[in-house]
């Protein structure tokens, strides 16, 4: 298994750090923004097709929530298993940058940002 190492390339596109993701330290996954096996999930091809990092970069919704593709049912579904809250991740990532985002959950060993 990997260390849990800050680079701001495994910041994931919807708010998550794919840095500390079990799957990704084990080698199962090559994290976001590099695993192409994921055409399915709808905000990584949006980030991709307008050349975002990250929801955080979005200019058509000041509130990631207003989104249907970053709130949408089967992602609700997900944060209430994994009590993540991708929204304060994006929030995060708007206040400080994805270089610092990556630091910040790197040096707390954290995949999300905890639901409260």
Same mark, same amino acid.
């Given at each position: 298994? =990997?260390?849990? *190492?800050?680079?701001?390339?495994? *910041?994931?596109?919807?708010?998550? /750090?794919?840095? #500390?993701?079990?799957?990704?330290? $084990?080698?199962a996954c090559l994290g976001c923004s590099a695993n192409n096996k994921a055409s399915w999930c709808k905000i990584?091809? @949006? @980030?991709?097709?307008?050349? /975002?990092?990250? @929801? #955080?970069?979005?200019?058509?919704? *000041? ?6 593709? &970053?709130?949408? &049912?089967?992602?609700?579904? &997900? =944060?209430?298993?994994?009590? $993540? ?12 940058? @994805?270089?610092? &985002?990556?630091?910040?959950?790197? #040096? #707390?060993?954290? =995949? ?5």
């Open positions: 298994m =990997q260390e849990i *190492v800050a680079n701001e390339k495994l *910041v994931s596109m919807c708010g998550l /750090y794919c840095g #500390a993701c079990k799957r990704y330290l $084990s080698g990584r091809n @949006c @980030c991709l097709e307008n050349k /975002y990092a990250s @929801c #955080a970069d979005c200019k058509m919704f *000041v509130d990631c929530n207003h989104c249907k593709k &970053f709130n949408n &049912f089967i992602s609700k579904i &997900f =944060q209430f298993i994994f009590r $993540s809250d991708r929204h304060a991740g994006i929030m995060r990532i708007k206040a400080i940058g @994805c270089a610092k &985002f990556a630091e910040e959950m790197a #040096a #707390a060993k954290l =995949q999300a940002i905890k639901r409260r």
